[in-house]
């Protein structure tokens, strides 16, 4: 079973900033949260991952909790191409993902 | 750089035929894995190697599936006889060996089982 929880779906304006939760509230010391996308029919996509501290890259920036049993991953400015699922994911050492059902944003002109 | 290649994009078939499934990893990349994707399970882990090797085959659904990674490059995914339950797209990955690094997907393989 996932180990997050994320809304099941979200609307965003266009070109406004798109800000999704995640709970992972059994998180434990050594795993890190993952960020992936998937646009209709494509394979998923990595955005972003981060251990404790705030993370930001060319596509999102991450903020995860000081206690680290949530997080929330922004994209600064949605575009339409940014509609797609968004699944939030805890992971430790090995690379082994386990995807729930993500939550599917809707980017909206 | 090539991403994960797999092949074919499509592929529909009748009950009971041999289907083989095609993925080449990113050069370099240590991990590799394959996913299966349909609606009313999303998406599921059900094999991964390490430097060719099979590390856990826990998600394999029943033994008409089997999974192979005779080199670093290449891997294939077989299902012997197929079933119409098998439809659904399968993804293959890849990633780095070391430290948390994040996978690499495929575009799929777009499974029919008729």
Redesign the interface.
């Known amino acids: 079973d996932a180990k997050t929880t994320q809304p099941p779906s979200m609307d965003c304006a266009e070109g406004r900033a798109a800000n999704l939760p995640c709970n992972h509230s059994t998180i434990s010391g050594n795993e ?1 949260v ?1 960020w992936y996308r ?1 646009i209709h ?6 955005i972003i ?1 981060g ?1 404790k501290n705030n993370e930001t890259n060319e596509m999102a920036s991450l903020i995860i909790t000081e206690d680290r049993k949530s997080s929330t991953l922004i994209l600064p400015h949605a575009t339409l191409r940014d509609t797609a699922v968004y ?1 939030c994911i805890v ?11 993500g939550t599917e944003l809707s980017v909206k002109p | 750089d090539a991403g ?1 290649i797999q092949s074919p994009r499509h592929e529909v078939t009748e009950m009971g035929q041999e289907v083989t499934l095609r993925c080449k990893p990113i050069s370099g990349h240590d ?1 590799l ?1 394959w996913y299966r994707q349909t609606m009313m399970r ?4 059900l094999i ?1 190697f390490n430097n060719n090797v099979p ?2 085959d826990s998600g394999m659904p029943e033994d008409r599936f089997s999974a192979k990674m005779p080199n670093a490059s290449f891997s294939t995914l077989k299902i012997q006889p197929s079933e119409p339950r098998d439809s659904a797209v399968y ?1 293959c ?1 890849s ?1 780095w060996a070391t430290g ?9 393989t777009r499974l029919s089982i008729l």
């Open positions: 890190y993952y998937q029919s494509q394979g998923p996509q990595y991952h251990l699944y992971s430790s050492a090995g690379g082994k993902l386990i995807f729930g059902q | 994960v991990y894995f999303g998406l599921e882990l991964y590390i856990d993804f990955a990633s948390y690094q994040p996978q690499h997907f495929g575009d799929g």
